[in-house]
Nanobody, 124 residues
């Protein structure tokens, strides 16, 4: 069992940056790939980014390519999401997710372990 805790969300202005963190605890000695998803009010959950266990493979949703960067520090059991050039449409609840295995996935159904989320609000 893995427990995930996100942090780093907040209220920012358009054009600002934020870095989200997802700290894992519990059974973290296994090989995990990680991902970030987001959900805005009244909208479906959206894939943001994912990363393989060794960090060699990363994937991004089309709406964040070139602005967001996912990374990880396995020594700290933490996955990060650096968000630059934030837009009002990035406003959402951001959740991290982990799955056993090295390959990163883009489907939320592939991830059985989820954090509770952190709110990001971008004002215009």
């Amino acid at each position: 069992q893995v427990r995930l805790v996100e942090s780093g969300g907040g209220l920012v202005q358009a054009g600002d940056s934020l870095r989200l963190s997802c700290a894992a605890s519990g059974r973290t000695s296994d090989t995990y790939s990680g991902a970030w998803f987001r959900q805005a009010p009244g909208k479906e959950r959206e894939f943001v980014a994912s990363i393989s266990h060794n960090g060699g493979s990363t994937y991004y949703g089309d709406s964040v390519k070139g602005r967001f960067t996912i990374s990880r520090d396995n020594a700290k059991n933490t996955v990060y999401l650096q968000m630059n050039s934030l837009k009002p449409e990035d406003t959402a609840d951001y959740s991290c997710a982990l799955r056993l295995g090295d390959d990163a996935r883009i489907s939320a159904k592939s991830y059985p372990n989820w954090g509770q989320g952190t709110q990001v609000t971008v004002s215009s």
